[in-house]
T-cell receptor
Framework: DTGVSQDPRHKITKRGQNVTFRCDPI?????LYWYRQTLGQGPEFLTY????????KSRLLSDRFSAERPKGSFSTLEIQRTEQGDSAMYLC???????????????FGNGTRLTVT | DQQVKQNSPSLSVQEGRISILNCDYT??????FLWYKKYPAEGPTFLIS?????DKNEDGRFTVFLNKSAKHLSLHIVPSQPGDSAVYFC???????????FGQGTTLQVKP
């Protein structure tokens, strides 16, 4: 169990540029989640996948955001035409097929910190 | 609409004493609750959870209490250790999606 891996750890970009983040979940986990965390707040749900199917998207996920999990393994989160308000920590998590409770809690990666200048 | 609230941004306790972190929620559909701990520059780490059918769950030094009528849960850490110093997040979920709603976090400082 190597844990959830996210790449890059940090990304600085200029407003209007596109960025893409990658997440590699724990290998046996079929569920993958993206969250966003801003300073002084808890993580906010963005979207989640069960295998390769994207099952839910938050209203926070504007049409500039797109997430994929093409083979049900790693996932990418792309932000197009970045804005300064997109600056945040983007967290990926994975879990087994349970409900996310004690039997199958979400395991988080260390996040990608995005700064839009 | 903050469905999960942690009203204390910070808490400071002496090593060896009890730390009590509180969390309130508004959505009666939540059927499980979790606590996560977060160190700087790391992702949140799962600590302990509780189902809505229980009122207490214990794991070593960590105990979570749930009061459904008050829509309130708390995390007790006893005895507190300096290594427990971190940000603690309360989270709640409903159904089987695994999607969690997090509180704003409470920063715990345990002084030696």
């Amino acid at each position: 169990d190597t844990g959830v891996s996210q790449d890059p750890r940090h990304k600085i970009t200029k407003r209007g540029q596109n960025v893409t983040f990658r997440c590699d979940p724990i290998s046996e986990h079929n569920r993958l989640y993206w969250y966003r965390q801003t300073l002084g707040q808890g993580p906010e749900f963005l979207t989640y996948f069960q295998n390769e199917a994207q099952l839910e998207k938050s209203r926070l996920l504007s049409d500039r955001f797109s997430a994929e999990r093409p083979k049900g393994s790693f996932s990418t989160l792309e932000i197009q035409r970045t804005e300064q308000g997109d600056s945040a920590m983007y967290l990926c998590a994975s879990s087994g097929p349970g409900t996310g409770n004690n039997d199958s809690p979400l395991h988080f990666g260390n996040g990608t910190r995005l700064t839009v200048t | 609409d903050q469905q999960v609230k942690q009203n204390s941004p910070s808490l400071s306790v002496q090593e060896g004493r009890i730390s009590i972190l509180n969390c309130d929620y508004t959505n009666s559909m939540f059927d499980y609750f979790l606590w996560y701990k977060k160190y700087p520059a790391e992702g949140p780490t799962f600590l302990i959870s509780i189902s809505s059918i229980k009122d207490k769950n214990e794991d070593g030094r960590f105990t979570v209490f749930l009061n459904k009528s008050a829509k309130h849960l708390s995390l007790h850490i006893v005895p507190s250790q300096p290594g427990d110093s971190a940000v603690y997040f309360c989270a709640a979920g409903a159904g089987n999606t695994g999607k969690l709603i997090f509180g704003q976090g409470t920063t715990l400082q345990v002084k030696p």
